[in-house]
């Protein structure tokens, strides 16, 4: 590999928005919704997490000293609705313009995230997205919000992963209420979801009268789904399959013809690819051990395939057929192995720098995540984080890792290309 010099480096647009994200159940804890009491594949729970619910100013202070331009994190509706039509709680509104203020000195552009798979506990209480009544407390709960936080924000995601959060939830038992192949409420929670989409993008829309054009739009997971083997008849159809449900019908349901009109950009999560082997998925997070990926000489973080290639198509595929601007609203790799890591993101922003120049018109890129934190099913085992947190001492110290000082130089120079010489994968 030819030395990196400055006349190699990949330079990306001025105003590209180099971001990180959270969700507030993963990080803040003291929360109390249906994550509450739901233990963790590890034993633990998310009842205090990284504490950024009381740490917040700190973590800012961070994201300042890591020179990020952006920040998406989630405004979490249980902490500010305590039941259908009421007014919302002022002192958690208050903390939120806190927030916002602070990011705003720091030069943190935020994105605010309404739904990350968490729900008041009345609304879970009431069957949860597969009632259609939520659908109305949903757009009842942001005609209040957005007034509120609309002068601090113009960037607004609906909804996070609506697919992940439905299959999760009616498919594959992972996530609360751990339901099973429920394949009717999975349907049925999409398209709530993507109806409530639809009504709040006319919501936050009617309520900026201030001159500012929100953006409004939801973050798709996207998963290139595939068979292990070339001739696998079966493992091919499983393939089709995923990708029409988990990707072709959530899209669809989201932004097929007039609702289309709802979003003005698309937000995109990408961790890679899933391929099957007779029927079983070939990745840690789905079970594969890493002595049988080792053998199948597949490389993974410690949660999904890893495909960098994929994301160029993707790119293209999405920017050809709904012609918006894109955010990469989630990318990272989770694993002890920093130069892992660090490779791993630089290959990606690899292609991603490539498939900008061919025309994809990407704005801004968001690492996953700020820092280590409460993983869903998986509890505190990934460790995703720019800065690592020590979940075992109480003072939950915060560390710059290996992988946040390589983005560090990313996010202040916007040019890639300092890799340090690590283990490539
Ligand atoms: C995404 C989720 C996010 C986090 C990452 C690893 O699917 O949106 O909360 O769990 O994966």
């Not at 720098?353 to 890129?365: C, L, W, Y």
Request: proline content about 5%; charged content about 20%.
């Amino acid at each position: 590999m030819p030395p990196k010099t400055a006349e190699n480096r990949l330079a990306f647009p001025k105003g590209f928005l180099w971001g990180t994200a959270t969700s507030a159940t993963q990080v803040e804890g003291h929360v109390i919704n249906e994550w509450t009491d739901f233990v963790a594949q590890d034993g633990n729970h998310c009842r205090t997490a990284c504490n950024h619910y009381h740490r917040y100013g700190e973590d800012i202070d961070w994201m300042a000293s890591l020179g990020v331009k952006g920040y998406r994190m989630g405004i979490e509706w249980s902490r500010l609705q305590s039941g259908p039509g009421a007014e919302l709680n002022q002192v958690e509104l208050d903390r939120y313009l806190d927030i916002l203020k602070r990011l705003k000195q720091a030069g943190i552009t935020p994105m605010l995230v309404l739904h990350h798979f968490s729900n008041p506990p009345w609304i879970s209480k009431l069957g949860g997205w597969t009632n259609p009544a939520v659908v109305a407390a949903f757009v009842d709960y942001v005609r209040k919000l957005v007034p509120v936080l609309k002068d601090h924000v113009y960037i607004w995601n609906t909804f996070n992963e609506p697919d992940t959060y439905a299959s999760l939830c009616y498919l594959l038992g992972g996530f609360p209420p751990c339901r099973k192949w429920r394949i009717g409420s999975f349907r049925k929670v999409i398209r709530h979801m993507a109806d409530a989409h639809v009504q709040c993008s006319g919501v936050i829309r009617r309520l900026y009268t201030n001159g500012v054009t929100p953006e409004i739009g939801i973050a798709k997971n996207w998963t290139v789904f595939g068979a292990y083997h070339k001739f696998a008849f079966w493992d091919h159809a499983l393939a089709g399959l995923c990708h029409y449900l988990f990707n072709e019908f959530v899209v669809d349901a989201f932004m097929g013809g007039e609702r289309g009109r709802a979003s003005n950009y698309l937000g995109l999560n990408y961790y890679g690819r899933s391929r099957f082997l007779n029927f079983q998925p070939l990745l840690p997070a789905g079970g594969a051990s890493p002595a049988q990926l080792k053998r199948l000489g597949i490389v993974c973080d410690d949660m999904m395939e890893r495909y960098p290639a994929g994301l160029g198509v993707m790119l293209k595929q999405l920017y050809a057929r709904y012609q918006l601007p894109i955010y990469l609203t989630e990318h990272g790799a989770a694993s002890s192995d920093s130069d892992f890591r660090i490779h791993d993101l630089n290959q990606h922003l690899e292609v991603l720098h490539q498939t900008m120049k061919s025309g994809v018109d990407v704005r801004g890129f968001f690492y996953w995540s700020l820092l280590d934190n409460f993983e869903w099913q998986f509890g505190y085992s990934k460790k995703f984080g720019l800065y690592s947190v020590d979940f075992a001492d109480e003072a939950l110290p915060r560390k710059l890792t290996a992988v946040g000082e390589f983005y560090r130089q990313i996010c202040r120079t916007s040019l890639l290309g300092m890799e340090p010489a690590g283990k490539k994968v």
